[in-house]
């Protein structure tokens, strides 16, 4: 019975010297939250009417009275006040005489050659950018052959003036309907014309810094370097992730919506987001990207490597104005995880030195192994004093 004895207690022994050496292992995390903004374009014109008195130009007024053969000087301005554009105008005359000829598009005078004439509307066959203006026409002739029978007609000159995005859209003016198809909608949005000067390019990046042991994130906006959206619009970019710490690390990457109002919701869902890690997609779905709000691991990153993050964002041909001038934000959440593990034996006797090594805060035995260790250990206790007990009686 005592060689049981001395079994039992060989290997709770075995089991006591393993749990005198500490395991030590923990888990370093950090996290960098950039904040994204994106924003919708705006293509609005103004159209102003002038004329020109002793070779000074003002304001337009309607004559007071008008003669055969008279030039009236009529100049109507189209002026952008958004974004790069294609402009076409169109003329319309009434008459409340039905007995007696009014105006018609003859008796317009000094359209420029920059004005194509196609179906019922004059297409400006330039872009028309930010802040700049063109005149339609400068003049309105009466015919001299008019007599008293025409005396008391009231004559009106209408004009519409229509644009549309320069970007992703190109007129084909030999064609008799230069926009094709396209639908023109009322703007519903207001505005002072503003227009913000786009940043200059940047470098995006998220980096583990190893000797600081911080994950870093330059600039703080990844969206910074798109400007404005509009219809058809693809913005593309791209971020270097990279590790400078002599451990390998992990990095992760989810989103997150924070008080964002459901009209920006309604944008974000409206847009297109696509993103991959060294060349292999891993999201394609709307920028508000709920699916990512889980983390998703971008690799283990070894020491001084990086990999290239690259993503874009679509904007529907058929965005409608009702998304014009409109802004949303998403962030994009970057996570570092770094295992760090030592094992140090602690002293067998209480004349062996103590460790110096510092304490890490949070670091601790792996508990499912100690707890196992433990109930072994009592598992084994219990049986040698029952061993011991029996062989007291023999």
């Not at 055969?68 to 006040?81: E, H, M, Q």
């Not at 066959?125 to 700049?132: A, H, I, R, W």
């Not at 190109?170 to 230069?178: I, V």
């Amino acid at each position: 019975m005592k060689k049981y004895i001395c079994k039992a207690t060989g290997i709770l022994g075995l089991l006591l010297i393993f749990l005198g050496i500490s395991g030590a292992y923990a888990t370093f995390s950090d996290s960098v939250t950039v904040k994204n903004h994106i924003a919708t374009g705006d293509i609005n014109i103004s159209l102003k009417e002038y004329q020109k008195r002793n070779g000074k130009e003002t304001s337009y007024r309607n004559p007071v009275e008008i003669l055969p053969g008279d030039l009236i000087s009529k100049i109507p301005r189209i002026t952008n006040l958004g974004m790069p554009c294609w402009i076409r105008a169109k003329i319309s005359f009434q008459n409340k005489m039905e007995t007696e000829e009014g105006f018609e598009e003859t008796h317009i005078k000094g359209i420029s050659r920059g004005w194509k004439k196609r179906g019922e509307y004059y297409y400006y066959t330039k872009t028309l950018n930010t802040g700049e203006s063109v005149d339609f026409f400068t003049g309105v002739s009466v015919p001299p052959l008019w007599t008293e029978d025409h005396s008391g007609q009231k004559l009106q000159i209408g004009i519409q003036a229509d644009a549309i995005q320069a970007a992703n859209f190109h007129p084909d003016f030999q064609e008799m309907s230069p926009w094709g198809n396209q639908t023109v909608e009322k703007c519903i949005h207001e505005t002072n014309g503003k227009t913000d000067c786009k940043l200059e390019n940047v470098k995006l990046s998220v980096k583990f810094h190893g000797d600081a042991q911080k994950l870093l994130a330059v600039p703080d906006d990844f969206f910074r370097n798109f400007g404005d959206i509009l219809p058809g619009d693809t913005k593309k970019d791209d971020v270097s992730i990279s590790n400078t710490d002599k451990e390998t690390v992990e990095i992760f990457f989810r989103t997150e919506l924070k008080n964002q109002t459901k009209e920006q919701k309604d944008l974000l869902e409206k847009l297109t987001l696509t993103i991959s890690m060294d060349g292999k997609d891993f999201y394609t779905g709307s920028l508000k990207s709920s699916s990512l709000e889980r983390p998703v691991s971008l690799g283990k990153f070894k020491p001084q490597t990086e990999g290239n993050l690259t993503f874009s964002i679509t904007a529907p041909k058929d965005l409608k104005n009702a998304y014009a001038l409109r802004d949303a934000s998403v962030n994009w959440i970057f996570t570092v995880n770094k295992k760090e593990s030592s094992l140090t034996e602690q002293p067998s006797s209480p004349d062996a030195p103590e460790s110096s090594a510092p304490v890490k805060t949070g670091d601790s035995t792996p508990v499912l192994t100690m707890i196992l260790l433990l109930v072994a250990s009592a598992a084994l206790s219990i049986a040698y004093l029952k061993l011991k007990k029996g062989d007291s009686e023999v």
